[in-house]
């Protein structure tokens, strides 16, 4: 890795890390025009960096990540690159899921997998098996995932709990909400980072991101190329915010 990389690690570690960052991976369908190259082709260099991600987090001591890979609306998308990513996924998988696992990452998924096509939802399945004991590292990927689905499901499991007597309405709280999000049990993310350029969240994490931190790149900077020095350095501005949830300090 290079200088840059290591003197902002060594910057990093002297102050809290965040706990929770989660990525809006967004710019291969750009970053594959600017290289006349197919958008399949940029959506590949993609998983690529985000591999990079993983090993970057450890590095840092970062406990989760979680980066959103497809969202319900992507659906919207020609036939031909909704299968090509269908298809990276299952190929990211069959490639790297030993050596993710060795690693100690445990993969969740965040969205809808029954509505994935076969070959994907099996591979994710076994994914999530073969690491469901790792505690290294929490690894979320959002597939087939919108936000704002999450929470109508959210509601629906709690109103079932409430019609069979699981928990009394009085009791339902915002902490409810949460262990019923696919993020239950996790902290809620204290970064979401976006590449790309663009100012929106695009439904990802509505819930969750209610006092995250945002920081959104340079719109020349498109995923494929977001190297760990640039995610370090998001971390590095990161920490120099002033969190202040609504108090005065
Ligand atoms: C993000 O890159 C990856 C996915 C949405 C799967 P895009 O494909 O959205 O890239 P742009 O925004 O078209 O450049
Ligand atoms: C968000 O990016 C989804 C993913 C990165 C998977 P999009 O490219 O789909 O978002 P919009 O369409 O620009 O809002
Ligand atoms: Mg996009």
Given at each position: ?249
């Amino acid at each position: 890795m290079s200088y840059t990389y290591n003197r902002l690690l060594k910057k990093i570690k002297q102050k809290d890390v965040p706990q929770h960052v989660a990525i809006i991976m967004d710019g291969n369908g750009r970053w594959a025009k600017m290289h006349k190259l197919s958008r399949s082709i940029g959506h590949k260099y993609g998983v690529e960096r985000m591999k990079e991600l993983l090993r970057v987090s450890k590095d840092a001591g970062i406990k989760y990540v979680t980066v959103y890979a497809f969202s319900t609306e992507n659906w919207k998308r020609s036939s031909q690159e909704v299968g090509a990513l269908m298809k990276l996924a299952v190929d990211f998988i069959n490639r790297d899921i030993d050596e993710i696992a060795s690693e100690g990452a445990k993969i969740t998924i965040l969205g809808d997998i029954s509505a994935l096509p076969e070959e994907t939802r099996e591979a994710v399945e076994y994914a999530v098996k073969k690491t469901e004991k790792n505690d290294e590292l929490y690894f979320n990927v959002a597939l087939n995932y919108g936000g704002r689905a999450e929470i109508v499901r959210a509601v629906k499991k709690i109103a079932e709990d409430v019609k069979n007597g699981v928990i009394d309405i009085d009791c339902v709280s915002e902490q409810t909400v949460s262990d019923n999000l696919f993020t239950a049990g996790m902290p809620d993310p204290d970064l979401i980072i976006r590449t790309a350029g663009e100012f929106r969240l695009s439904n990802f994490l509505p819930y969750q991101s209610a006092y995250s931190e945002i920081w959104i790149s340079d719109p020349k900077l498109l995923w494929p190329d977001f190297a760990g020095k640039y995610f370090l350095k998001a971390i590095y501005d990161y920490q120099q915010r002033d969190r202040r949830f609504g108090a005065v300090k």
